[in-house]
């Protein structure tokens, strides 16, 4: 599903409830954020194909879910200093291509960018990722717009590098 969809979906149940008079339930909030809680709230909201793909090498999930006409990556780091909570996690997308932008243009993007960065990485291709910080918790209403605003920075750079699925 694109950002869009999820924008319109998000925006229809605002106005549902706005008509039927009916309050709106509080955000959850999760104040020891483990990988599980991610991976769930990913799910609660849209991100049905969202599924462990791998562990790294302190054994921590790596997950897996597309965002756009990519496939996204979350890292997890700083776990386990309070039993399995992260401090922090990474949204994480990268592509493989035979041609790449000028580093003038991942620049420019940049620059029009608040939460995000792109570069080229070490194999030549171009990735974007951003940084969330977990520790004191979250609730699931921040990460799904965090998520959702990183989404639509990804559509912006797929356009950008001129990526087709």
Request: charged share 30%; aromatic share 24%.
């Given at each position: 599903m694109n950002g869009t969809f999820h924008r319109i979906a998000l925006g229809a149940v605002v106005a549902a409830l706005a008509f039927s008079g009916t309050v709106a339930q509080a955000a959850e909030y999760i104040g020891t954020v483990e990988p599980d809680n991610i991976l769930q709230m990913l799910r609660d909201n849209g991100y049905e194909d969202a599924r462990i793909a791998d562990h790294d090498y302190e054994e921590l999930p790596i997950l897996n879910f597309t965002l756009g006409?990519?496939?996204?990556v979350?890292?997890?780091y700083e776990c386990g200093k309070t039993g399995k909570?992260?401090?922090f996690l990474q949204l994480y997308v990268g592509w493989a291509?035979?041609?790449r932008p000028s580093?003038?243009?991942i620049n420019d993007f940049n620059a029009g960018e608040r939460f995000s960065q792109?570069?080229?990485d070490n194999e030549d291709d171009p990735v974007i990722?951003?940084?969330v910080t977990l520790e004191g918790g979250i609730s699931d209403v921040n990460f799904i717009n965090t998520v959702a605003t990183?989404?639509?920075t990804v559509e912006k750079f797929e356009d950008l590098i001129g990526w087709e699925q």
């Open positions: 006409d990519s496939k996204a979350v890292y997890f909570a992260c401090e291509t035979d041609s580093f003038k243009a792109a570069y080229i990722e951003q940084w990183f989404e639509q």
